[in-house]
T-cell receptor, first 114, second 117 residues
Framework: AQSVTQPDIHITVSEGASLELRCNYS??????LFWYVQSPGQGLQLLLK??????LVQGIKGFEAEFKRSQSSFNLRKPSVHWSDAAEYFC????????????FGTGTSLTVIP | EPEVTQTPSHQVTQMGQEVILRCVPI?????FYWYRQILGQKVEFLVS????????KSEIFDDQFSVERPDGSNFTLKIRSTKLEDSAMYFC???????????????FGNGTRLTVT
């Protein structure tokens, strides 16, 4: 069955430090992978997506993610975190089979210390 | 940039009442979805909708729920006889192609926070 795991429920980093949020997926075919960010009281904003090709994808707000098929991972990274990056981050897998839907991870809450 | 809009942003209702959550998807999108997020929990799939019919639904989406596209722009979620456990943030989303299809992420609205008292 399809699933997405985000092992870290909560991460705290200092402003200016680097960030890596982990995501592992389970899917029988080539996955379509996404990262969304949810600021407090807001909806889900797409940060970046991977469909095929270059396994390192660039997104908005200085984020990037790397697809590693051998590890079934799609970790999100940012070299220098800003206070405004504090939010909830969700990894998702898009699946056509068995049904047309996204599978979300449980999310990682990011706190940024000044 | 086109957006998915949801109204109201916050809905309070008494247990047992019916609520209708409204969404206006992006105009050229053909696939529509409802998700919900109970406070502190993951985002859960409810239903997907295409060509005026449900294409997929989860176990959560039982007879209490229904969806409709009453006109060319709105996409609604109706919850009948609401229960306390229906309290959650409900997100509408749309996509140009089926989710997971080529270059077709879901675009989400800002959500409707439903509080059942």
């Amino acid at each position: 069955a399809q699933s997405v795991t985000q092992p870290d429920i909560h991460i705290t980093v200092s402003e200016g430090a680097s960030l890596e949020l982990r995501c592992n997926y389970s899917y029988g075919a080539t996955p379509y992978l996404f990262w969304y960010v949810q600021s407090p009281g807001q909806g889900l904003q797409l940060l970046l997506k991977y469909f095929s090709g270059d396994t390192l994808v660039q997104g908005i707000k200085g984020f990037e993610a790397e697809f590693k098929r051998s590890q079934s991972s799609f970790n999100l990274r940012k070299p220098s975190v800003h206070w405004s990056d504090a939010a909830e981050y969700f990894c998702a897998v898009g699946a056509l089979f068995p049904g047309n839907q996204f599978y979300f991870g449980t999310g990682t809450s990011l706190t940024v210390i000044p | 940039e086109p957006e998915v809009t949801q109204t109201p942003s916050h809905q309070v209702t008494q247990m047992g009442q019916e609520v209708i959550l409204r969404c206006v998807p992006i105009s050229n999108h053909l696939y529509f979805y409802w998700y919900r997020q109970i406070l502190g929990q993951k985002v859960e799939f409810l239903v997907s909708f295409y060509n005026n019919e449900i294409s997929e639904k989860s176990e959560i989406f039982d007879d209490q729920f229904s969806v409709e596209r009453p006109d060319g722009s709105n996409f609604t979620l109706k919850i009948r006889s609401t229960k306390l456990e229906d309290s959650a943030m409900y997100f509408c989303a749309s996509s140009e192609h089926p989710s997971g299809g080529a270059n077709s992420p879901l675009h989400f609205g800002n959500g409707t926070r439903l509080t059942v008292t």
